[in-house]
């Protein structure tokens, strides 16, 4: 059974820091790009943060560069969003996602989200 679970999500003041963590079960966690979305209220889903499936490489919305780091163990089968300097409109519930494509079908698996609120 597939399995992602967030944590890590809270209330925290603005310039304060966060590490969400996306721990995966049930599939080849080292064959999965892993990627975080996050969704504010009234708003589509965005793309905040993504690595490869060998962790090679890495790319991050514009609004969070420099702020957010994404990073993975492949100990742990655990991807994890280390957020600093965080600001009121990082407010979001954030999602884990897994995805892997070959030449005829996409794999995506998502977690059930974790709730990040950035307020004074």
């Known amino acids: 059974q597939v399995q992602l679970v967030e944590s890590g999500g809270g209330l925290v003041q603005p310039g304060g820091s966060l590490r969400l963590s996306c721990a995966a079960s049930g599939f080849t966690f080292s064959s999965y790009a892993m990627r975080w979305y996050r969704q504010a209220p009234g708003k589509e889903r965005e793309l905040v943060a993504a690595?490869?499936?060998?962790?090679?490489?890495?790319n991050y919305a514009d609004s969070v560069k420099g702020r957010f780091t994404i990073s993975r163990d492949y100990v742990k089968n655990t991807v994890y969003l280390q957020m600093n300097s965080l600001k009121p409109e990082d407010t979001a519930v954030y999602y884990c996602?897994?995805?892997?494509?070959?030449?005829?079908?996409?794999?995506?698996?998502w977690g059930q989200g974790t709730q990040v609120t950035v307020s004074s």
């Open positions: 690595i490869t499936s060998t962790g090679g490489s890495t």
């Open positions: 996602n897994a995805h892997r494509s070959t030449w005829t079908r996409q794999y995506e698996h």
